[in-house]
């Protein structure tokens, strides 16, 4: 397998308008993008197994986000995951406290935050 | 009859048993003395020794048996008045009737005693009029003597039986209280539930929006780092920080309405499945809902809050019945089922309504979801947080027998003894 020089983050967010802007932003700041409305599309697309970064919102419609994440451990698929979401509950972390994930965004979160996350998974990649 | 009834009827009948007998010997004594018709010493004998027996039977028999023995104190009065005018208003026996007759309705409400007293006014004039009773109010040696037991006897009988029913209306009213209490603090924890649950909706809701804003500002910066003018550049950034500010508000207001501290104990789940019902008794029969109550006395104690419990159970309860309201549904049946299954208790609540659509189930315990023409979306959104805040969890699927189940699970009270 070519180890991609420039890896792409995939955004899986319910939410469209967010999804775009995410996407917008990437690009603007150098980051390749793809966009997938819910987990289930996810897993089903050719992107599955790319190398990547998941920028993956919690609280989804169906397969929620702890959902994707439980499913890619059971498939044992290591993908370095930045985890969004809407607001925070004390049970989704307890259930996210079993993985390694690189960063928690709470929304609405800065660029500055994101950048520092991704910036971490450049580095460790 | 139910066993309250029942218990009252046998109160009157034994209190108007001993307070006719010693009235029977009081007035005897006068008619024995002043001579009376066989027509007086029949009356007598027939109301102070056979009318007790009648009207308890009479009350017992009745399909209203509170309102049989009204009747019956009326005609104890009625026929307390035809000794008195019989007697010729001797004094001390007739004074003892009338009080007598009047004490033993005290407890009954002051229009009634007014009723009882009037109806006994009559018949005395009537008896007097028909028999022309020549006024003899003095009274003799032995008569004072014969109803000595009247005057004493009586007022302790009657003091120790309104003592009793007073305290059983305190009771009554107490339980009254402690049911205006219970609702109060459901009502309470509604409330608090709906403003935790709306601002939690609202969070996600509008951090979406606000992620967007602070993106959309942010990106136009990216794109352009140097060819933007200083004005629109320093709007931007103001946008983007603005929006993150909102966001904060909402997380703030979030926080603020998040629930105060639980207070667990350790409380069997039928317990408070019976509390909640007799809140929802009126609602339930008016619904024309049966209830069955599937509740084994081996199911371990949960450790729970309450109330917060409680809240959950009408909330399921109420959308059990309002699933069951449509007129085509034939059976109402809501059944309530509780078991133990490893370390917790599981409480299931079915109806025979419609089900839920398979559609909505997924989303069903998102807030502000609702089937409900005039629903908030709240109230199932609402459980689940209350019974994660218990360390459980919900859930709901359709009834092998139609209709839909919701269930939730809490933790049991561990087995083994803890110092």
Not at chain 2, 220 to 238: H, I, K, T
Request: proline share 6%; charged share 20%.
């Amino acid at each position: 397998m070519n180890p991609n020089p420039n890896p792409p983050v995939f955004v899986i967010d319910d939410e469209e308008p967010v999804r775009v802007s995410l996407a917008k932003l990437l690009r603007a700041i150098g980051f390749p993008s793809r966009t997938f409305g819910s987990a289930m599309a996810f897993l089903a697309s050719d992107a599955l197994g790319e190398d990547a970064c998941l920028l993956l919102d919690l609280r989804m419609p169906g397969m929620s986000g702890i959902d994707l994440i439980e499913e890619l451990a059971r498939r044992q698929m290591d993908v370095p995951t930045i985890v969004m979401t809407g607001h925070t509950d004390m049970k989704s972390v307890q259930r996210l406290e079993a993985f390694p994930l690189i960063g928690f965004l709470e929304k609405p979160f800065s660029v500055t935050q994101l950048k520092e996350l991704l910036d971490l998974w450049r580095s460790v990649a | 009859m139910d066993e309250r009834e029942l218990r009252l009827s046998r109160q009157v009948y034994r209190l108007r048993t001993f307070g006719l007998a010693l009235g029977f010997l009081s007035v005897a004594s006068v008619f024995y003395e002043r001579g009376a018709s066989r027509a007086a010493w029949g009356l007598l004998a027939a109301h102070g020794l056979v009318w007790p027996h009648v009207a308890f039977y009479r009350a017992r028999a009745s399909a209203d048996p509170h309102r049989a023995e009204r009747a019956n104190l009326v005609v104890d009065s009625a026929m307390g008045g035809i000794f008195v005018a019989l007697m010729a208003f001797a004094l001390l026996p007739s004074v003892l009737l009338v009080a007598m007759l009047s004490m033993d309705k005290i407890g009954w409400g002051w229009r009634f005693l007014a009723r009882a007293c009037a109806a006994m006014a009559v018949t005395c004039a009537i008896t007097a009029l028909l028999t022309g009773a020549s006024l003899r109010p003095n009274t003799s040696m032995p008569v004072l003597v014969a109803s000595i037991p009247l005057m004493v006897a009586y007022p302790f009988a009657v003091a120790f039986v309104s003592e009793r029913s007073g305290r059983m209306a305190r009771e009554r009213k107490k339980a009254v209280e402690q049911t205006a209490e219970l609702r109060e603090q459901l009502a309470h924890i509604a409330r608090v539930g709906t403003l935790g649950e709306m601002a939690a909706g609202l969070a996600h809701e509008l951090n979406q929006p606000l992620t967007a804003i602070h993106l959309e500002a942010n990106t136009v910066m990216e794109l352009n780092p140097a060819g933007l003018p200083e004005d629109v550049q320093e709007s931007l950034s103001r946008i983007g920080e603005q929006s993150l500010r909102a966001g904060e508000i909402v997380r703030r207001m979030r926080t603020f309405a998040r629930r105060g501290q639980a207070h667990r104990e350790a409380i069997h789940v039928g317990q408070l499945v019976h509390e909640v019902l007799a809140l929802l008794d009126h609602d339930l029969r008016l619904g024309g809902v049966d209830t069955m109550l599937l509740l084994p006395e081996t199911v371990p104690p949960a450790l729970v809050d309450r109330i917060e419990i409680q809240q959950v159970l009408v909330n399921l309860i109420r959308n059990a019945m309002e699933a069951m309201t449509a007129p085509a549904i034939a059976e109402r049946r809501l059944t309530i089922g509780a078991d133990a299954a490893n370390g917790h208790v599981r409480v299931s609540i079915s109806d025979t309504g419609g089900g839920v659509d398979p559609a909505v189930l997924a989303r069903l315990f998102h807030p502000f979801q609702t089937t409900k023409a005039d629903g908030l979306g709240l109230g199932l959104s609402i459980c689940q947080s209350l019974v994660e805040a218990n360390g459980g969890r919900v859930g709901a699927g359709p009834h092998p027998q139609g209709g839909a189940m919701f269930f939730f699970e809490v933790p049991s009270v561990p087995a083994q003894p803890h110092s």
